[in-house]
């Protein structure tokens, strides 16, 4: 009998594993099918709400009040966690005077005047004084970074110096972390890429219909729906002014440059054939796209022929008043909506009536600007959708049109003066050019002879 009991054990042993083995895996497999219905619930549940609420009445320019809800709270929530910095306006205290207001007054103790064209060792400190203050911070570099807020907004990217204060501010900026990247990111990179897919796929096809009224029709629409899908996944809170000025057909629209979402912010409002660099990536992809149904005009910097033709097709498109208000910034590069810098005549050559735009952005929310050379496309817009909010007022100034007499650099200079003074922006004559090249011995020489003129009079030009 003993001899007799181990094969009667290990008869059943491998049919009471396969029995385990089998129930285990009928346990999974309907484990796994739960997960599955599981999952395939929530998302219908996620694309449902987002459809319903947010995206639906995007596309129809209708608000359901979520968005002021969301930024009141907010609004409150940065006041009251509100943490002043000491110094906000840099660290130079710049004088406004001209050249020779300054070395007027250094000459004030000598009975000679600065209209005795003579040259006085005391005008070295001038020069001398701006030097070191460019060296130490200059008006021109800094227009190419980020904004210097008056206080710290809970985003850790604007206050990269913070050090623990407090227990309960650590907290609420822990909250802040939890809700932008867990809630909010998601819910913004559905509706970017709901609205992008939409724009590329949408103008594709409408590129595919003749020309005619129809076509047109369906291409203002087909952008104007993704722009505003696009502004809901940015939760960009705009305030349009002075609406009776809006740029019509036929004209051009230019305005100052801080970010690509400048176009969606102004196509949130109306259509616009839009001027602009040819970029690669996803910026690349959108141009190749939106070209098909809609007469955009890219263009390469570099190719002169390029400028030409570009010149060639504008004022053919001002001259045809059926077609959408050309779109243009200028200034051809972003700065950090502190400063308007000089904006490139060609644009103001073509002829046509000029309808000036003001965009100014609250820093407190998030930072519009793009910092083009520290990020591409795709990281940008990252930090965009990871910020509390993108706010921003929009005005449309009154139409203006070339005067007589009046040349493209004074024109252009009257344009945006009117713009900067507008959005409390400074007006700075330097070319945005120098984010990329080198300071050209021109601007030097203008200050050479300037300071030549007040030396041996009004007639040098050596």
């Not at 083009?372 to 959708?385: E, T």
Request: proline share 3%; hydrophobic share 40%; aromatic share 10%.
């Amino acid at each position: 009998c003993l001899c007799s009991d181990p094969p009667v054990v290990s008869g059943l042993a491998p049919q009471k594993l396969a029995g385990t083995r089998k129930n285990l895996e009928r346990a999974w497999d309907g484990i796994m099918d739960e997960s599955w219905d599981l999952t395939f619930a929530v998302v219908k549940a996620w694309f449902s709400v987002v459809v319903t609420f947010i995206m639906l009445p995007a596309m129809f320019g209708v608000s359901l009040g979520i968005t002021e809800l969301y930024m009141k709270i907010l609004v409150k929530t940065l006041e009251q966690k509100r943490l002043q910095k000491q110094m906000t306006q840099g660290i130079i205290q710049r004088d406004d005077g001209s050249m020779e207001q300054e070395i007027g007054e250094l000459r004030r103790c000598r009975p000679k005047s600065l209209a005795g064209g003579e040259f006085t060792l005391s005008d070295i400190f001038y020069f001398s004084r701006k030097g070191i203050e460019s060296i130490v911070e200059d008006e021109v570099t800094q227009r190419f970074s980020s904004e210097e807020l008056a206080s710290w907004n809970l985003l850790t990217r604007t206050n990269n110096n913070f050090h623990y204060i407090s227990l309960r501010l650590t907290v609420i900026w822990g909250l802040g972390v939890a809700i932008r990247y867990c809630i909010l990111l998601p819910l913004r990179i559905t509706l970017a890429a709901i609205g992008l897919s939409w724009l590329v796929i949408g103008t594709t096809l409408v590129g595919l219909l003749p020309s005619s009224r129809m076509k047109n029709w369906l291409s203002e629409l087909v952008h104007l729906m993704c722009y505003r899908i696009c502004a809901r996944a940015l939760s960009a809170t705009i305030h349009y002014h002075n609406k009776e000025n809006k740029p019509r057909k036929g004209g051009i629209c230019v305005a100052n440059h801080t970010s690509p979402i400048d176009v969606v912010i102004l196509a949130n409002d109306g259509c616009y054939a839009m001027v602009g660099q040819v970029h690669g990536g996803l910026m690349g992809v959108l141009q190749r796209s939106m070209v098909k149904s809609c007469p955009h005009v890219w263009f390469e910097r570099s190719e002169m022929k390029d400028r030409h033709l570009v010149t060639t097709r504008l004022r053919n498109h001002v001259a045809d008043k059926e077609k959408l208000p050309i779109l243009i910034f200028p200034e051809g590069t972003c700065i950090n909506n502190t400063s308007v810098m000089m904006f490139k005549k060609g644009s103001f050559e073509i002829g046509g009536r000029i309808y000036p735009v003001t965009i100014k952005y609250d820093p407190q929310f998030g930072d519009a600007f793009w910092n083009s050379g520290k990020y591409n496309m795709v990281s940008y817009l990252l930090r965009m959708m990871t910020s509390w909010a993108i706010v921003c007022n929009v005005w449309y100034l009154p139409a203006v049109e070339r005067q007589e007499g009046e040349d493209a650099v004074h024109f252009a200079n009257r344009v945006k003066s009117a713009i900067a003074r507008q959005g409390g922006l400074e007006d700075l004559s330097w070319d945005g050019g120098l984010k990329r090249a080198k300071v050209k011995d021109t601007y030097k020489e203008q200050q050479q002879k300037k300071y030549s003129s007040m030396i041996v009079g009004e007639d040098s030009s050596d």
